[in-house]
């Protein structure tokens, strides 16, 4: 039971990791916003605004608590061998591409595709892990 409850706190590290490297991207939050606006919008409310507009005050705090999980996974892994590592590159490619600093945002779709296709590896390498054992 003990194995089974670190290994929990593991994964629950690794998928915040994983998001808040998603909340630290500027333009997955705008997105989500202009969800939540379409959504309000079909129901019948109007919203002036983003209302959401707070969470780019957070970005690079969200990054920076996703690299610092992420590391505590990384160092996890080579430690105890206990995470996974297909895991640990999807949410390296996540958090490469919501990298939210000023500076290199003119280089941005380069960050999305690098961090898209490290995840995009991770997942395929995933799904064919689990059709190999069925």
């Known amino acids: 039971m003990h194995k089974n409850l670190k290994e929990r706190i593991v994964g629950t590290a690794g998928s915040i990791s994983g998001i808040a490297g998603i909340l630290g991207s500027y333009q997955i939050c705008h997105t989500v916003c202009l969800g939540i606006v379409a959504l309000l919008g079909v129901l019948g409310?109007?919203?002036?605004?983003?209302?959401?507009?707070?969470?780019?005050?957070?970005?690079?705090?969200?990054w920076m608590l996703?690299?610092?999980?992420?590391?505590?996974?990384?160092?996890?892994?080579?430690?105890?061998?206990?995470?996974s590592k297909r895991m640990i590159m999807l949410n390296t490619g996540i958090i490469i591409a919501g990298i939210p600093f000023r500076?290199?945002?003119?280089?941005?779709p380069v960050?999305?595709?690098?961090?898209?296709?490290?995840?995009?590896?991770a997942i395929?390498?995933?799904?064919?892990?689990?059709?190999?054992?069925?």
């Open 45 to 62: 409310v109007t919203i002036v605004g983003m209302p959401l507009a707070f969470l780019t005050n957070l970005a690079v705090p969200f």
């Open 66 to 83: 996703a690299v610092f999980l992420l590391s505590i996974t990384v160092v996890l892994y080579f430690t105890k061998r206990c995470v």
């Open 103 to 108: 500076p290199v945002q003119p280089y941005a």
């Open 111 to 121: 960050f999305w595709v690098i961090g898209g296709v490290i995840a995009g590896c």
């Open 124 to 134: 395929i390498l995933f799904i064919l892990n689990n059709l190999k054992k069925k």
